[in-house]
């Protein structure tokens, strides 16, 4: 069963800490890779993508793509209250690279003032 | 631009009653995906579909399952004879095919609780 895995939680951080979560996913035919960021009661929205090894920044949030290792991650820079809440990390697991995500089920980070 | 939209946020129903949910994806997204998700878990994909054809339906989802997307536009997922299990969010999502990035954007979801 092809799956996606991510480190327990929860994690927690004091505010302008960088905040590291770790995914590794099963398939090595995966090309594309996804975090979201989920709220209490709220749907996934998605914060970076990421297609190629190496890393890819965006603002205060830097995602790392390692295919040899089957690993992704995503670093979030100064963190902020505001960054607690649930990181998905979903996989694209088909060679095509565009159909259904398989989704970790998530960490929980919490940032503390 | 707006956003994907579900309708509706919230359904409460007797187990063994019929529930339909309706998505409108992003415009110009030709990609539609329904998923669900528990509590402390990820979304867990149900089925998807380009344009009006469904491409793809997880092997665990039951025949009481059904999902259409008739003109390519708007899908709806219906449940019949609920059960207590099937309490869930029910997520949607829509994406563009054939491009250079593969992202998909959710909707709100819709919030079910089979009593």
């Keep these: 069963q092809k799956e996606v895995e991510q480190n327990s939680g929860p994690l927690s951080v004091p505010e302008g800490a960088i905040a590291s979560l770790n995914c590794t996913y099963s398939d090595r035919v995966s090309q594309s890779f996804f975090w979201y960021r989920q709220y209490s009661g709220k749907s996934p929205e998605l914060i970076m993508s990421i297609y190629s090894n190496g890393d890819k ?29 649930t990181y998905l990390c979903a996989v694209n697991m088909a060679a095509g690279a565009n ?4 989704f970790g089920k998530g960490i929980t980070l919490s940032v503390r003032p | 631009d707006t956003g994907v939209s579900q309708d509706p946020r919230h359904k409460i129903t007797k187990r063994g009653q019929n529930v339909t949910f309706r998505c409108d994806p992003i415009s110009e997204h030709n990609r539609l ?33 059904s999902a259409e997307r008739p003109k390519g536009s708007f899908s709806t997922l219906e449940i ?13 999502a829509s994406s563009v095919s054939g491009g250079l990035t593969y992202e998909q ?10 009593t």
């Design chain 1, 57 to 85: 920044e965006d603002g205060r949030f830097t995602a790392q793509l390692n295919k040899a290792s089957q690993y992704v991650s995503l670093l979030i820079r100064d963190s902020q209250p505001s960054d607690s809440a």
């Design chain 1, 99 to 102: 159909s259904k995500l398989t």
């Design chain 2, 33 to 65: 995906y329904w998923y669900r998700q528990t509590l402390g878990q990820g979304p867990e994909f149900l089925t998807y579909f380009q344009n009006e054809a469904q491409l793809e339906k997880s092997r665990l989802l039951s025949d009481r399952f």
């Design chain 2, 80 to 92: 019949q004879r609920t059960e207590q299990g099937d309490s869930a969010m029910y997520l949607c």
């Design chain 2, 105 to 114: 954007y959710f909707g709100p979801g819709t919030r079910l609780t089979v």
